[in-house]
């Protein structure tokens, strides 16, 4: 009976593959020719770009770096939005809801308007530098643009939202008897997240963490406006180099090289947490 | 290990009061049911014992101790929750020994403890399995023997039977009336489950809109029951509407439609007074013709009467109009429909309810 259906999804699923693997394969096979500058590439097969990317040291500071504002960015984000999370989820009104609709709303409003209130506020005489000013706190103004905790920012700021709803519905699986259960039986609010809580939503915390870290290392927008052009991360550079110096290979293979390293830092962090729940320290 | 003393406990949320003005001597060791229907004020009454909501007013005694106003996890309490609440991340023995660790029990005790428990509610073979890979009855035990690790001053139990079949939670009463007793534990039990309720307590509090309106044993509160509500609530009962004529000694002689009803109880009331008389279907005696001594009987037609086993139910229409269940043995001769028949009960079988 279902099996019918199944027919009318064939064209459409062609048609995808078709705009997907066909335009990535182009591309990709692109990055194995030597770029010869403005478009142009050599004929013969090679792994000149992919040598020059591994062997140049702008590029692999570049590739560092990505990796470690996304990291840093997914983990921030993680221990921002799990209370955010835990308090919607164990509430009882109808608040919840509204909260979460705004949650929502938010998160997908456009990240360049988000990225400018975000300018706004931590420009130099912006309201964080003017009060911390007043305060003494700080002595001249400081501006998060053009650094790595300005992108960190950014790229938080852009996966937020994500991570407050992927957390809840990991929250919301988790029982408030078992809370109460964990208490009554000795456990202090600490220990109640210790030993049940945390458990119980690591595997969560795993997946949602890789899916932020996914989105920050894909991440352009949020990069590009925040890093100014003195940070860059592998989507800025992609975009510089196909834009600005027009080479096309070269873009081509920096991309495949994040494609692959993020696709290989989620598999190998999987494997990391089968075995670690093989080994009963996290649960399934 | 010790009693429990609810002193003038109030209850309120906002307008509505959950529980009002409840006081309550729970004795140690003692099986103790809060006995009502949904939303009469049990669950919160357990609830404030377990210290995770706190009461309006009036106090919470454990022994001696106040413990009003004690975290849940300071108070030494085990709690049985309706849902089990088993830690799905933890076996069935790291379960058990939760509290064990969280009060900072040595190794080889907790070792000691855990194996003991595991015999009590025995599930041996059971130690290392995941709550997932139970069923619910072991599920239960299990959740017993997590709640009585750590000797408790009191023993909570939540509806834990709620979510078993019929038959299991027959077996599983007697398994927890068993462990409580064997451990000579004081137990608050919550259940709308009147059966339930009887198999098990030392004492019955029934309970409705958060009053209480009766404590008493089992038999007491089935046979004695003082309201009307208790008296519906505990098994099936017939109540008519009589008015008191006369008192003499412990003989209370009532008026129901013209019919002079005696009963075998003192009462305060004045002559004249309204009150309602309970008669249980099972005391009731049914004939066909009136019998010698005409002592509590009423004339009446067969208006239903069906076949259910072990009991023959049999409701009659008095002249009044009102209905009377009666249940007797399912006899050769059955009454028919429509039959003139006679009901009869004995004076002591019957209870005057005061309000």
Redesign the interface.
Known sequence: MENRWIAYLIPPFIVTLLLVAGSQFVFIQNSFYQDLGLGRTGTDLTLVNYLKFFTDSFYLKTFWITIKVSAIAALLTLFLGFPIAYVVARMKSKLAMFLLAGIVVSTFVTIVIKVFGLIIIFSADGVINKTLLNLGLIERAYSIIGTQEGVVIGLMHFTIGFSVLLLYSVVVTVPPSLEYAAQIHGASRLRVYQRVIIPLCAPGFVVGGLMIFNMCMGAFTSAALLGGGRVLTLPVLVQRTVMMEVKYSTAASIAFVLLVSVILINLFSLIAIRRLRSARLVVA | MSGVRLDKIVKSYGSTVAVNDVSLDIKEGEFLTLLGPSGCGKTTTLRLI???IQPTSGAIHFGNKDVTGI???H?Q???V???Y?????LTVSENIS??LV??RYEKAAIKKRVDELLALIKLKEAADRYPSEISGGQAQRVAVA??V??PPSVLLMDEPLGALDLKLRETMQAELRRIQQELGITAVYVTHDQSEAMNMSDRIVVMNDGIIEQIGSPRDIYSNPHSVFVANFIGQVNVLECKVSSKKDNITELDYNGQKIRAKQEISLRQGTNIFLAIRPENIKITAKATRNPQNTLKGVVSEALFSGNVMKISVELESGDCIKVECQPKANSFELGSSVHVNWLPEDCSILLN
């Open positions: 377990s210290g995770f975290a849940p996890q108070r309490i085990g709690m929750f309706q849902d609440a088993l830690f799905p991340h939760f509290g969280e009060r997590r709640a690790a750590h």
